[in-house]
């Protein structure tokens, strides 16, 4: 973006209106070009989704403390025994005033069991949050790349406009002074006209992909991206990539609900045990004895336990249907991970076939395209061809390009796509957690 700054002075005399137009200053104000790291950086850093994850992890830690906890003790405090003939709580000797406290205890290993719980919930959340920050990488990596390529190829469709334009203007001298036909003009405004209509859909489809990118990159609005291929990291081989498969934070996350619901079988076991509620009671006694001593005060001790005699429709039921649960996390475990190897060999199956076709079009269509062209040129300027052959020669070479820029694109997707079932973490998302 260019922006150009002017002072204008008029000045204004009896004779007339004289006019001028002084120059100042003058400041170019350029935009960097975004690059895919700085994208990938921005987007990280500022991506609510992201933040909200890492707070559930601080819920999660904070949550497994918690439940860790015996529960809040019980207070006691009430008169008793009082009579309701007269209301005197000195004469009957069994008036009493209470205060007592008691504590329920929980039944066999439970606090450690339910904290361990939460631990691994909170396990869970922070593996969610590295699949997340994984998959928004992924994510503004293919957008910013299908934006790249609408850039580069409206590039190259204006290069070749410029190109048919000559080509327009020299068949109208031809035309004029006789040696070329009315044909050969209008088959080069058609092209022409073509190249305008595609430049057009070029540039609207940009704009899309550019306001599609600017979701995560603001920035995109404004800059141009970077014209070069950004560089991704290194592809490990295929075998390496299935092997720890088993680390990926998808995976990772079934792990931790294994964990838990492994926990929750152990819990259900220690409902079987009994569970017991421990109390001690201070007890104020009211007025004197018969021999006119006062009355003495008195202590009482409680204990009190639940015992889990009738089993079967309670204490039976829910430990089996822990147990269900645990067989099915195990089960979905297996699911996902089947899932994520069978799109892992298709995207590394289509990285290694993109490979292969850019190599063809770097060292050989692009290479046959330009030389058809300039033969095709220099036959026409001999005379041995017709317009028509030079101009197809010279769309079949554009096309080709466009068709080269596509696949060079789709390679680097398909390498995106590929790096997010890498478990080793990249640049971007080290810097992310190092700023965390």
């Not at 935009?31 to 992890?57: F, G, W, Y």
């Not at 025994?81 to 005197?88: A, E, G, K, L, Q």
Request: glycine fraction near 4%; include cysteine; charge should be positive.
């Amino acid at each position: 973006m260019c922006q150009l700054n002017f002072n204008s002075i008029y000045l204004i005399s009896k004779g007339g209106v004289a006019l001028v137009w002084l120059l100042l200053s003058t400041s170019v104000l350029a935009e960097p070009a975004l690059t895919l790291n700085k994208a990938q950086t921005q987007a990280l850093h500022n991506d609510p989704i992201l933040q909200a994850s890492e707070l559930r992890v601080l819920s999660a830690s904070q949550r497994a403390i918690a439940e860790g906890q015996l529960a809040d003790p019980t207070f006691n405090l009430g008169l008793f025994n009082v009579p309701t003939d007269n209301f005197d709580i000195n004469k009957n000797p069994t008036t009493q005033l209470r205060l007592g406290v008691s504590q329920q205890l929980a039944k066999g290993d439970s606090l450690r069991l339910k904290t361990l719980q939460g631990e691994y919930a909170a396990v869970a959340q922070r593996e969610r949050g590295v699949f997340l920050r994984r998959n928004l990488l992924k994510d503004v990596r293919l957008q910013f790349l299908e934006t790249l390529y609408q850039q580069k190829a409206l590039t190259i469709l204006r290069e070749n406009r410029r190109y048919f334009a000559d080509i327009l203007t020299n068949s109208n001298h031809l035309y004029a002074v006789g040696r070329a036909n009315q044909q050969a003009v209008l088959q080069a405004k058609l092209e022409l006209s073509r190249l305008d209509d595609q430049i057009n859909q070029g540039l609207n489809q940009f704009e899309i992909d550019r306001a599609l990118l600017a979701k995560w990159v603001p920035l995109a609005n404004d800059a141009n991206l970077l014209d070069e291929l950004p560089r991704l990291p290194n592809v490990a081989s295929l075998e390496s990539l299935e092997q720890n498969l088993q680390k990926h934070p998808a995976i990772a996350i079934e792990d931790a609900y294994i964990a838990i619901a492994k926990q929750g079988v152990q819990l259900a076991q220690e409902q079987y045990k009994p569970a017991y509620n421990l109390g001690v009671e201070y007890r104020k006694r009211f007025g004197n004895e018969p021999n006119g001593s006062e009355r003495a005060d008195v202590l009482a001790a409680m204990l009190s336990v639940e015992m889990p005699i009738f089993t079967e429709k309670r204490q039976d039921k829910r430990l089996a249907a822990r147990q269900y649960d645990y067989q099915a996390v195990k089960l979905k475990r297996l699911d996902s991970l089947r899932d994520i190897r069978q799109k892992l060999r298709r995207e590394y199956g289509n990285w290694l076939r993109l490979q292969q076709r850019a190599t063809r079009y770097d060292q050989q269509l692009l290479k046959q395209a330009a030389a058809h062209t300039s033969a095709a040129l220099s036959a026409y300027q001999s005379g041995v061809v017709d317009f028509s052959t030079l101009m197809y020669a010279r769309i079949s070479e554009l096309e080709t390009r466009l068709h080269a820029c596509r696949v060079a694109i789709d390679l680097l997707k398909a390498q995106s796509s590929v790096l997010f079932y890498s478990v080793v973490s990249t640049q971007a998302e080290q810097g992310y957690q190092h700023a965390q």
